[in-house]
């Protein structure tokens, strides 16, 4: 039972990851938390299902179609809901407000296109088990964690490696040099919505396919444990919300292994305030980065 | 020097708010002034009325589900059902003040917000305690000394006024103590408050506790009343309706949000009209779904007010009589 | 006639920052920009840049109007701002933060780029793996500097490039500005230290609240009476 869990925790760790991740980019760039995240989320995994079952395409296409509509519509956000905002010189809460008002319509919207029902999801990695020191494993968790954290480990190099992504940098550390260098603020902030869009709709779509179904209230709580996950681990940095996100998957299924599943839910923010109390700024995030 | 201002106007706001959430307009006076003691109480650092609103949810769920759990199934006596409901709430807020203690800014809200989902997975998923989404029914009336207070022989009607007095009375103590003084200081001036020698982490604990015990203590006063909770009773739902009615009066005017309760209010009621009138056309051109829309157009306000009237209709223009501006309510409508 | 600013009018909110201001710039000279704090030199080179846009007036660079021009395009076309307060990117290296000065540049002319300001600055050459957030002052006013001439800009404007630095520093900054001209890069320059930027400018404009109240050659304001009282100490 241990070792099941513990890849389960791991592979649900990741993908808390990739969608903390999203979380951590965005706030890194425009010190906004971003409400939108979790309905984006969801808004991925209905993508695909949207592309399976009413414009018939192969899972691949369909999840390819997912991948550019919800990161388009990840673009949409900051450019018609923000970016105004930002012209005006409006406040941070101003910003705030707007993307809780943006996440609302969107999940709403959901709701009315599809009903707030479970929704049968294709299982994608359906390739049996395996075992492994006594335990048996699915090959679909392991597979949906090597899909993540081969995701991250794509971002973290994007970011570290290219020019691009140096560009997301220098934006992140000193947003008023950056235009003065010959960056594309406006264009780096709208192509950071769209990798997090982008990887959280990845996120959305293993869940749902781990799951097997999805509904439009998929993002809540899925979304706040990421969010969590963020902080904890010190929003603002790519490790920290790897990091956060692998405690909070392990934590809780070996909270699920200890003391049975009806606590899960509250694992997360317990450890976020306890990891709060300890380090302010999480684990690997420092008083610099916070500042808004 | 504003801040007093500010808290006053605040404490207004919280009381018409949230009293239009629960539509009862006894029980909501109260209910808001205990939570109104919470906004005064809270430390100048929890600026952001979208947070105060939720942890005040928050607590008062906590004061609820506690002595209501304890009367209706361990049959504790309801004066002491009621201490321990706003104790616990008490305890919430220090817990709570200590893990905020050295943040600021977006910290602050972060941790709140988690806050309020703790309390509210906590209420949905340990249902074997809580009931869940099923709900606590048949609460008990409060049961005083052998005299029962229900709302036939007028009972929780005086009990709500006891309440009220009790808490006007508790609050105007404590203001005038040197810990209420202190307090103050803390809440308006931090950093003079720093200088002049007192310990603002002390009082911020002990500012958090008072505000979450009298909205746990009022949080007590729900459950009796209405005869039932459930988790909806708190939810996320409550805090966004009790936001988009700040948002489009204005923060910070009275008015404010007495005109966005009066366009919110019949929201719900006009899309349900709605949805029955529109039976008769074909079904493509039906709304369906009244709640969903209530909630999209919830956000749709909300963007557009931090758009083009961050400060709210009335926002910037509070001295003047009312007038509503031109079009205001057809884009809200929309 | 490099940069031609026509009667600019420039608002912070209804602040009136910049009152018809109205410069030019010559191809290979330095200008310098005075005036006390608070009269609107940081807020001109903001509107020449197009971090700040005018309510009113023209803009040219090299012909071509500009004053509608996003700042990253103005960027490209050929003008470089050193900024107030250096803001180095904290994080990134030395060589990090000069690569972001030559975002626009490729290849070859990055390693050219590289050459030329470690050849100016030997000092950012020894440091060039350390996080700029922990350089000094003075070498961080190096690096800002450095990393605008990374992209190789024909008109190089410099905010208060000598600002909290030992005067051993400042002399050898004002020595690299002249240095930096006769390599050829025109130069716009705001100094608190009205005195020396004026013994190496060619031509000087002096700002007061917002309004330009004085153009002339840096010799003749150098003999100014009034720029003697106010900014050269008597
Ligand atoms: N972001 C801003 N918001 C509002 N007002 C501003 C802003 N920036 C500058 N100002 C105002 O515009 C005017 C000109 O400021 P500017 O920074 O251009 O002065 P400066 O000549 O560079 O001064 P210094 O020598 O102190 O750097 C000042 O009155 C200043 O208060
Ligand atoms: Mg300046």
Redesign the interface.
């Known amino acids: 039972m241990f070792v099941e869990q513990l890849i389960n925790g791991l592979a649900i760790g990741t993908i808390y990851a990739l969608v903390a991740v999203g979380y951590s980019l965005v706030f890194g760039i425009l010190r906004l938390v971003n409400f939108t995240h979790s309905s984006v989320y969801t808004l991925g995994a209905f993508m695909v299902y949207v592309g399976v079952e009413y414009l018939h395409l192969n899972i691949f296409l369909a999840i390819l179609f997912s991948l550019v509509t919800t990161g388009f519509a990840g673009v949409m956000i900051d450019k018609m809901g923000l970016e105004p905002l930002r012209k005006k010189g409006a406040s941070k809460i101003s910003a705030m407000i707007t993307t809780i008002g943006l996440s609302y319509i969107i999940i709403n919207c959901l709701n009315i296109a599809f009903g707030s029902q479970i929704i049968r999801f294709p299982d994608l990695f359906n390739y049996g088990t395996f075992k492994l020191l006594g335990a048996t494993i699915a090959w679909q968790q392991v597979i949906i964690g090597a899909v993540a954290l081969i995701l991250l480990v794509a971002l973290s190099i994007f970011i570290n490696r290219t020019r691009i992504g140096l560009a997301m940098r220098a934006v992140q550390q000193e947003p008023s040099a950056a235009a003065i260098n010959g960056i594309n603020v406006n264009m780096i902030i709208s192509l950071t919505f769209f990798l997090g869009a982008a990887s959280a709709a990845i996120a959305g779509t293993l869940i749902a396919s781990y799951n097997q179904y999805l509904r439009s209230s998929m993002g809540d709580i899925v979304g706040l444990k990421a969010f969590a996950a963020a902080v904890l681990g010190g929003i603002g940095s790519l490790p920290g919300s790897v990091l956060g996100g692998l405690i909070i998957g392990v934590s809780e299924s070996m909270a699920v292994y200890k003391l049975g599943g009806s606590y899960i839910d509250m694992v997360a923010f317990s450890l976020l305030f306890l990891v709060l109390l300890i380090r302010p700024y999480g684990i690997l995030g420092r008083k610099g980065s916070t500042k808004v | 020097m504003n801040m007093k201002k500010e808290n006053k106007s605040l404490y207004t706001k919280a009381v018409i708010t949230i009293g239009q959430l629960w539509e009862n307009p006894i029980i909501k006076g109260i209910i808001l002034l205990a939570l109104a003691l919470f906004v005064y109480f809270l430390p100048k650092m929890a600026t ?1 009325y ?1 947070q105060r609103i939720a942890i005040m949810v928050a607590f008062y769920a906590i004061g609820a589900y506690t002595a209501v759990l304890l009367t209706t199934y361990r049959g504790t006596n309801y004066l002491v059902a009621v201490i321990l409901g706003a104790c616990l709430a008490g305890a919430f807020g220090a ?1 709570l003040a ?3 203690m ?6 602050v ?3 709140t917000m ?2 309020f ?2 309390i509210s ?2 209420i949905l ?2 249902d ?1 305690v809580t009931k869940g989404s099923v709900g606590v029914l048949n609460i008990p009336a409060p049961n005083l000394f052998g005299m029962k207070l229900t709302m036939k022989n007028g009972g929780i009607f005086y009990l709500i006024m006891f309440y009220a007095a009790l808490t006007i009375l508790a609050t105007q103590l404590i203001i005038n103590s040197k810990v209420g003084r202190a307090i103050k200081a803390v809440r308006d001036d931090e950093m003079a408050a720093i200088m002049m020698g007192i310990n603002n982490k002390k009082y911020k604990i002990i500012a958090y506790t008072l505000a979450a015990f009298f909205a746990g203590l009022a949080g007590t006063l729900y459950g009796p009343f209405m005869g039932y909770i459930n988790n909806a009773t708190f939810n996320y739902d409550i805090c ?1 309706s009790a ?1 988009v009615i700040v ?1 489009l009066g204005g923060i910070g005017t009275v008015k404010g949000a007495i005109i966005g309760a009066i366009i919110i209010s019949p929201l719900g009621e006009l899309l349900r009209g709605l949805t029955t009138f529109m039976k008769g056309l074909p079904e493509w051109m039906q709304i ?2 009244p709640e ?2 209530r ?2 157009i ?6 557009i007010m ?2 083009f009237r ?1 400060q709210g209709i009335l926002g910037g223009q509070s001295k003047l009589p009312y007038k509503m501006p031109k079009g205001v309510e057809r884009k809200v409508m929309k | 006639m490099i940069l031609e600013v026509k009667n600019i009018n420039t608002y912070y909110e209804n602040i009136h920052a910049l009152k018809d201001v109205s410069l030019e710039v010559n191809e290979g000279e330095i200008v310098a920009l005075i005036g006390s704090n608070g009269a609107g030199k940081t807020t001109t080179l903001s509107t020449i840049i197009g971090i700040k846009k005018p309510k009113s007036g023209e803009i040219f660079f090299m012909g071509k109007n500009i004053t509608q021009t996003s700042t990253h395009e103005i960027v490209k076309m050929g003008i470089g701002l050193s900024p107030e307060g250096r803001l180095v990117f904290p994080d990134l290296t030395v060589e990090e933060n000069l690569r972001v000065g030559a975002y626009l540049r490729k290849g070859a002319e990055i390693d050219k780029g590289y050459e030329y300001v470690y050849s100016l600055f030997p000092r950012l050459y020894e440091r060039k793996n350390q996080a700029s957030g922990t350089l000094s002052g003075g070498e961080q006013q190096m690096l800002a500097i450095g990393r605008a001439l990374m992209n190789r800009p024909k008109l190089l404007m410099l905010d208060e490039p000598s600002l909290g630095l030992a005067p051993n520093l400042v002399i050898m900054i004002f020595k690299l500005i002249k240095k930096i001209r006769d390599m050829g890069v025109t130069i716009l320059l705001i100094e608190q230290n009205a005195n020396m930027s004026l013994h190496i400018a060619d031509r000087g404009y002096v700002l007061e609240t917002g309004c330009v109240k004085l153009a002339d050659t840096a010799a003749n304001l150098r003999n100014n009476e009034a720029v003697k009282k106010a900014y050269l100490g008597g």
């Open positions: 952001l979208f817990l200590l893990s905020t050295r943040l600021s800014g977006t910290y809200t972060i941790v988690a806050f989902y703790v997975s906590i998923n340990w074997s966004i936001l948002i369906s779904q969903q829309w909630f999209v919830y956000g749709m306000i909300m963007v931090m758009r961050p």
